[in-house]
């Protein structure tokens, strides 16, 4: 169960930095960042692996890079669900679910030990 909340903790920190870094997206409070992962949990479990199914062969085609679309298209969710975190644009999503992912990451690698 820890497991769960570090990842839990380390997806709001980095979607806290990435808000932080990136103009194009906006998140009030560490709180609501909080609220954020926890919804990008949710829909990384559920959803994501449904869409990734039904999007396979595009997917083969790219050799894995629209998987980064449909990454941006999770936050895109995840910010219609939370409603103070605001996307300004479609490169600004793209990058920072990217550097969602690496943030996250590097500090599932430098803690979780």
Do not use: K
């Amino acid at each position: 169960m820890s497991g769960f909340f570090l990842r839990w903790l380390f997806n709001a920190i980095a979607i806290y930095l990435t808000t932080r870094i990136i103009q194009g997206l906006q998140i009030p409070d560490f709180t609501t960042a909080l609220i954020a992962a926890l919804v990008l949990g949710i829909v990384n479990a559920f959803i994501r692996p449904i869409v990734l199914l039904l999007t396979l062969p595009i997917n083969l085609l790219t050799l894995g890079l629209f998987t980064l679309i449909v990454n941006t298209l999770m936050l895109y969710l995840v910010a219609a669900v939370v409603r103070s975190f605001v996307i300004t644009s479609f490169w600004s999503a793209l990058i920072g679910a990217v550097l969602i992912a690496i943030i996250s990451t590097l500090l599932s690698h430098i803690f979780a030990r």
